[in-house]
């Protein structure tokens, strides 16, 4: 929260805050408030008036409180967005379930650093705040209300107004006197159903600025007070009047022509398209607001072996809390008792439940299908991965294309312009034509047909509904210059073990001698394996647990020989494994085919093992970090969007090109250092490629920002999600190929939003000065431009 302190107070140091910004009806709007905070000192300023929020950054020398004045003196409120700060410095993305347990150093702030930390909150919050702060729950209630009072304005000057535009538009049904039930009707209309726009174009002028409330407000209030001259000085007030509704400006003489409907019925249909567009930006930003409502509200918290439920915000690192099924799990942790099976859809769009056990890393915000679970909690707060998704889909809403920052541009010009371009279509018509009536209602018509809105709103809608099915799907969009890479990208480089890779040493093979039973070889084995550490012997006893599907026998006399292997007594057997020179170290010779089984062992990549028994060698095991199901597929997905794979590793060259086999890769760079990940990205780049990366690693940082596309496995560290412009939380490498089809179906939808946005003002404009169109036509029309931008980037909520 801010305090007063922080919103009056000099910052010491570059300071970044959100800004609720209320009082923005279109895009100039928008383009005026940040072209006047960026011309503030050491101010550098987003503003989106889709979401209606600015991003600030600002330096030394430069306070809140002024920047939120700038803003007033603009014309418009401001009200800084409380969003809390991460504990500790991580990743926007830690490592999800299941995937891999945190270390010690990586489960969060210490018990002192938490209860400092909570001291200092306490501290801050005990300071009352110089401006009030707006929760994002409570801007969205604000919006919410906003919307309902828009619609009963809606209403209430649809119900005035249809009898008035029926009235003009079918001559039959004008009867004696009737202009003047038209103008008791369409009175309140005017003043207040288009009070809204009147008060924002009075509010602009006296700052010296125009908007499109300024060309509404115009033009209606023109079309209003020809009609009241004419009722009143003119003969349109006479009993027996009567004229007839053309869609273009032609009307009869001018003394007796009224336009009620057109001011009645312009700002019915822009109270429509205003609440139209409200509505689709609510929807394009219900994935945002679902994603961060998704947590749970309590928690059963063990005190001394005692359930204690308590808010969700009271839990601290290192608590354990208890999840029963068909609850969700409070926050981001380790298992510490139970086993059961998690489902993750809701963050990672996997349907299939996960199986957790002890040791196990959990997210908060998952469901606990089956067991009870006892969770420790890691991280807590912003620091959870619900958290960091939430802040990096809403960064990513609030960036702008470089499209859109050309459509800003004009909007900041555009109002003044048009505002030039009727005057010049009113003096023209004067000139040739000498008629007053057809002059006036084309310059009506070139106020109300311009509309600068539908320009404003066709990036950042497109952000708002692209970025929010990324992240239900499992994918997360940093911002709108990620969605330009993918355009351009034709290569993607993937990093081997963990992204084409489980990462983690399985039993692949198992060759015995003849006689021998391959169950009891894997019994043996695994028992003895089980008592080692090391990665391969564990990959081989789980190997032996799963193929047998029985328990592992104890062990006796374990000795660990370094560098060689294991041995020890099992089942009364003097067992053997390890390398084939432990057991000829023994005196055991190992017979033709198992050797011939090393030799194809090492030819594939694998680790070879021997095993003996007895004084007799028995079998042969093959471990290997195991390639995951989904990525042959992958790679195929990857190739048909036109992108040519590339495998990179540090493993020698037979593994890695064992893998590529395995999925179809051509190009492999095998054994390269981890500082040589960048150099293979520059020299791919060199030859004219565009490249994208994809990794999961602390060595793969380096090589992902190098990249001009990065891909980040949600189940890597938090180095690389940090360096990477994609994050694929589910660490599915068939994800990528549909983070890449999303992002370019995103931009697409942005590009067509801005054609279309372009296009309408660039036709619409000469219809309306050559007198081709009816004011209240161009109003119907202006008002639909915006809500056919909005409701085409509302299909990117089907997007699979």
């Not at 800004?19 to 940040?34: N, V, Y």
């Not at 159903?193 to 006296?206: C, I, K, M, V």
């Not at 859809?345 to 196990?360: A, H, I, K, R, Y």
């Not at 028992?527 to 564990?538: C, D, K, R, V």
Request: net charge negative; proline share 4%; hydrophobic share 50%.
């Amino acid at each position: 929260m801010y305090s007063a302190t922080e919103a009056a107070a000099p910052a010491a140091a570059s300071s970044e805050a959100e800004l609720a910004i209320g009082g923005m009806t279109c895009a100039s709007c928008a383009a005026r408030i940040e072209k006047k905070l960026n011309r503030m000192d050491g101010v550098t300023a987003t503003v989106n008036y889709a979401t209606e929020k600015a991003r600030v950054e600002f330096g030394a020398g430069t306070r809140l409180a002024d920047v939120i004045a700038t803003v007033e003196k603009t014309g418009y409120t401001a009200q800084p967005l409380q969003r809390p700060a991460p504990t500790a410095p991580a990743s926007p993305v830690p490592p999800p379930a299941t995937e891999r347990t945190p270390p010690a150093d990586e489960t969060g702030p210490t018990e002192k650093a938490v209860t400092d930390a909570a001291d200092t909150k306490d501290t801050v919050d005990a300071t009352p705040p110089a401006r009030p702060t707006v929760t994002a729950d409570a801007a969205d209630t604000d919006a919410a209300g906003a919307l309902s009072a828009l619609r009963q304005r809606l209403v209430v000057s649809a119900v005035l107004a249809a009898p008035v535009v029926l009235l003009a538009m079918v001559p039959a049904f004008q009867f004696d006197n009737w202009q003047w039930l038209s103008l008791t009707l369409a009175a309140p209309v005017v003043v207040w159903g288009g009070l809204p726009f009147h008060r924002a174009s009075w509010t602009n002028l006296r700052h010296g600025a125009a908007t499109m409330d300024t060309l509404v407000s115009i033009g209606t209030l023109a079309a209003f007070g020809w009609s009241l001259w004419a009722l009143f000085f003119g003969d349109a007030g006479m009993t027996g009047m009567r004229h007839g509704f053309d869609f273009t400006v032609s009307r009869t003489e001018g003394s007796s022509t009224i336009y009620l409907e057109v001011a009645a019925g312009v700002i019915t249909f822009i109270l429509l398209g205003r609440y139209l567009e409200a509505k689709s930006k609510r929807k394009a930003g219900s994935a945002l607001r679902a994603l961060m409502h998704l947590g749970a509200k309590d928690v059963a918290v063990l005190q001394g072996g005692t359930e204690v439920r308590i808010p969700v915000d009271r839990l601290t690192v290192g608590d354990r809390f208890v999840v029963r099924p068909g609850e969700k799990i409070a926050t981001d942790g380790a298992v510490v008792e139970g086993a059961s099976a998690v489902d993750a859809s809701m963050l990672t769009g996997e349907s299939v439940p996960v199986d957790v056990n002890v040791g196990d890393a959990v997210t908060g915000a998952t469901v606990n299908v089956s067991g009870r679970l006892v969770v420790r909690a890691t991280r807590i707060g912003a620091d959870t991965q619900l958290a960091r998704m939430a802040r990096l889909v809403e960064d990513a809403q609030n960036g702008k294309a470089a499209a859109q920052r050309l459509a800003d541009r004009i909007s900041a010009v555009f109002v003044p312009v048009v505002l030039l371009i009727a005057l010049v279509t009113l003096v023209v018509w004067l000139l040739l034509t000498d008629d007053v009536t057809a002059a006036f209602t084309a310059a009506v018509a070139v106020l109300i047909i311009a509309c600068p809105c539908a320009l404003g709103l066709a990036t950042p809608t497109a952000l708002m509904v692209g970025t929010g099915r990324g992240a239900q799907l499992g994918i997360l969009i940093k911002g709108p210059e990620a969605l330009e890479t993918t355009r351009r990208i034709d290569t993607i480089v993937l990093d081997k073990t963990g992204t084409v890779t489980t990462g983690r040493m399985t039993l692949q093979d198992i060759h015995v001698a003849t006689g021998t039973d391959a169950s009891q070889t894997l019994r043996l084995a695994g028992a003895l394996e089980h008592a080692s550490e090391h990665p391969i012997a564990q990959a081989i006893a789980t190997g032996a647990r799963e193929r047998t599907g029985t328990a592992l026998p104890a062990v006796q006399d374990f000795v660990n020989v370094p560098g060689l292997g294991v041995r020890g007594t099992v089942d009364g057997h003097q067992v053997l494994v390890g390398r084939p020179k432990l057991l000829t170290d023994a005196g055991i010779g190992v017979p033709e085919a198992l050797s011939a089984a090393l030799a194809d062992a090492a030819a594939r990549g694998r680790t070879a093992v021997a095993v003996a028994w007895d004084g007799e060698a028995r079998g042969v095991l093959g471990v290997a970090d195991a390639i995951k199901d989904s990525s042959a597929a992958a790679v195929a997905d990857l190739r048909a969007l036109g992108l040519r794979p590339v495998l990179l590793t540090g493993d020698n060259r037979a593994v890695a090109d064992s893998v590529a086999r395995a999925v179809s890769i051509d190009e492999v760079y095998a054994e390269v250092l981890p500082e040589d990940k960048v150099n293979v990205i520059e020299r791919l780049q060199a030859e004219g490629r565009s490249v994208a990366m994809v990794g999961d690693g602390v060595n793969d940082a380096a090589a992902l920002a190098t990249a001009d596309l990065g891909l980040a496995m949600g189940t890597g560290t938090d180095a690389a999600i940090e360096a990477s412009d994609l994050t694929l939380v589910r660490g599915d490498l068939k994800v990528a190929a549909d983070a890449i089809r999303l992002s370019r179906r995103t931009l697409a939808t942005i590009k067509g939003n801005l054609l279309w946005a372009f296009g309408y003002n660039v036709l619409a404009l000469p219809l309306a000065a050559f007198g081709l169109l009816n004011p209240m036509i161009a109003g119907a029309a202006m008002a639909f431009s915006s809500v056919f931008v909005v409701t085409n980037s509302l299909r990117l909520r089907s997007f699979t």
